[in-house]
Each structure stands twice: as C-alpha cells, then as structure tokens.
C-alpha cells in the first residue's frame, strides 16, 4: 500500500512538471505571436511568465530581449540575451540579438563581433546581416552597410526594413535617388513601417522638397508619436521654411523621447542663440558637447565673446 501511495505521488509530481513545463511552452508561444503582431508589451509580459516558470528556457530569454531592444531597453537586453547564450552556448540567434542590444547602447564594434559569430553559427540569418549594417553605418562604413543590406535582402526579398536601412546608407553616400527607391519599396511591401517614412522625408528635405517631407514626417509621427528623429528634421524643414517657433517646439519633443539625441540639442541651441535667449542656447550647446558634439563648446566660447 504504501509503495502504490508513494508511486501515486511520483506520477502526480511528474505531471506537475509536466503541466509546467507545458505551461511556459503556452506563454512562449502566446509571446512570439504577438511579438509578430507588433504587441511588444503584451509579448514582454508571457515571456516573463515562461520564464518564471521555467528559469532554464533559453529562447524565452533570447526572445525576451529582442522584445526589450525594440523597446530601447538595450542593457536589459543584453542580459538576457547573455543568459540565453549561458543556457546554449550555439544560439546563434542570441548572439544576433546581443549584437542588436550592443548596437543600441552605441558599441558598434562589439554588434559587429556578435554578427559574425551569429553568422558562422547560422549563415542564413537576414535579420543579422541587417543588424551588421545598421552598426557599419553607424561607424561610417556605408558601402559595408549597403553590401549587409544587399545580403539581407538576397536571404529575404520582401524584409521591408533592410531596403529602408539601405536607404538611410544611400542617403548618406549622397545617393538620393537609390535612397528614395529603396524607401519606395520598403512602404510598398509594408506601408506602416514608420521609419521608411522618416528616411523617405529626408531625401526631400535634402531636395529642398519642403512640402514633400512635412508630409512624410507627419506620416512617421501618426504611425509612431514617439518617433524622436522624425519630430528633430520636420524641425529642420520649419526652420528653412522660417517657422522657428514651430521648429523650436518640435526640437523639444525629440529631446523629450530621445533625451541623448544630441543633434536635437545641438540644433535647438543654434535657434534659441538666433533668438538672443543666450542663456538657453549656451545650456544646450552644454548638453550637445556631453553627447559628444565637441563643436559645441566652440559655440559656447563665441556667445560669451557676444554677450560680454
């Protein structure tokens, strides 16, 4: 009786373990939908949740930070993104992700190092060789960045953020044409991708096509309101139509959802200095000099020389 008492209660834990285990697979899965879906919060939440009942699953630790870089949370990524490589040593898609957290927090050489060992792991990822782009780019290896892109694209055709991130690099190799095809094809395989819309804008702005990328920044920031770059070049475009007020209050918004922008600071600076609120503008420049604008402390050197 009691061997058949103690045999009851092994099945019964084993298929605790079970039902656990099942459990975290449910909320892992939940998780990766709605990451598909574009539900970055929700699938945050059931990733959690799987982790939580099984700490051992490395992929909902992959995926988790994925979920995070897209989120901005970059440091937080980059340790699950370690945990996960911790729990299996050949993810390659873990490494991947790590290289995209490294890539937010601006260590561009230490993205590139995780793309490549993504890639000798897996050399069929597309999503790593547009990461890999995205920090050549970032470094001003813009070739580099559009062979990365052309690889991407090669693996998967229709990945419409690889031919907005081959834009944004034809953009700043001054080939506008290339930039506004490449921005074409992106909106036309996926007409919500916000930052096509924003890449597409400067191409105009650069034109002197004023009207063209007011209506293409709009259409960044009604897809996505937090969008601090698309709110710092509509600024660009009012200040060259002479609405400083208007670019003064858009330069604030950018700092207010990407407070390292440094640009933003930078150019808010040089309106409020036109604006004689030296104050401000020497404030400012302050900022932009700490986010590395070294020119900036020029700046501050020849307003105090103005104001003496």
Same mark, same amino acid.
């Given at each position: 009786m009691k061997k058949t008492f103690m045999l009851i209660l092994f099945f019964l834990f084993a298929f605790y373990l079970l039902a656990e285990q099942q459990t975290a697979e449910h909320y892992f899965t939940m998780g990766s939908a709605k990451y598909k879906a574009g539900k +970055? %919060?929700? /699938?945050?939440?059931?990733?959690?949740? =799987?982790?939580?009942?099984?700490?051992? #699953?490395?992929?909902?630790?992959?995926?988790?930070?994925?979920?995070?870089?897209?989120?901005?949370?970059?440091?937080?990524?980059?340790?699950?993104?370690?945990?996960?490589?911790?729990?299996?040593?050949k993810m390659a898609e873990a490494y991947s992700n790590r290289g995209?957290?490294?890539?937010?927090?601006?260590?561009?050489?230490?993205?590139?190092?995780d793309s490549n060992k993504a890639l000798k792991l897996n050399p069929k990822m597309a999503e790593t060789y547009n990461n890999r782009g995205l920090a050549k780019n970032n470094m001003g290896d813009y070739?580099?960045?559009?062979?990365?892109?052309?690889?991407?694209?090669?693996?998967?055709?229709? +990945? %419409?953020? /690889?031919?907005?991130?081959?834009?944004? =690099?034809?953009?700043?190799?001054?080939? #506008?044409?290339?930039a506004i095809k490449d921005c074409n094809d992106a909106i036309e395989i996926n007409p919500d991708l916000a930052e096509a819309y924003n890449n597409r804008g400067f191409v105009k702005y650069n034109l002197k096509d004023y009207k063209g990328a007011i209506k293409d920044f709009n259409k960044t920031?009604?897809?996505?309101?937090?969008?601090?770059?698309?709110?710092?070049?509509?600024?660009?475009?009012?200040?060259?139509?002479?609405?400083?007020?208007?670019?003064?209050?858009?330069?604030?918004k950018a700092i207010e959802f990407s407070p390292r922008l440094a640009v933003a600071y930078s150019s808010r600076a040089y309106l409020k200095e036109l604006e004689e609120d030296y104050k401000? /503008?020497?404030?400012?420049?302050?900022? =932009?000099?700490?986010?590395?604008?070294?020119?900036?402390?020029?700046?501050?050197?020849?307003?105090?020389?103005?104001?003496?």
């Open positions: +970055y %919060a929700e /699938a945050l939440i059931d990733f959690n949740k =799987a982790i939580k009942i099984d700490p051992g #699953y490395a992929l909902a630790y992959n995926n988790r930070g994925l979920i995070k870089c897209y989120l901005g949370k970059y440091k937080d990524a980059l340790k699950d993104c370690e945990k996960a490589i911790e729990l299996d040593p995209f957290a490294k890539n937010g927090i601006g260590d561009f050489a230490g993205s590139i190092k070739r580099g960045a559009i062979n990365d892109y052309d690889k991407t694209l090669s693996l998967n055709p229709v +990945y %419409a953020t /690889a031919y907005s991130n081959r834009g944004l =690099a034809k953009i700043n190799l001054g080939d #506008y044409k290339g920031l009604s897809l996505n309101p937090e969008y601090a770059y698309s709110y710092n070049n509509r600024a660009l475009v009012e200040y060259d139509l002479g609405d400083n007020a208007s670019a003064l209050k858009d330069f604030d401000g /503008a020497i404030k400012d420049y302050e900022k =932009a000099g700490e986010l590395g604008i070294r020119e900036a402390y020029e700046k501050i050197k020849e307003i105090k020389k103005k104001i003496k």
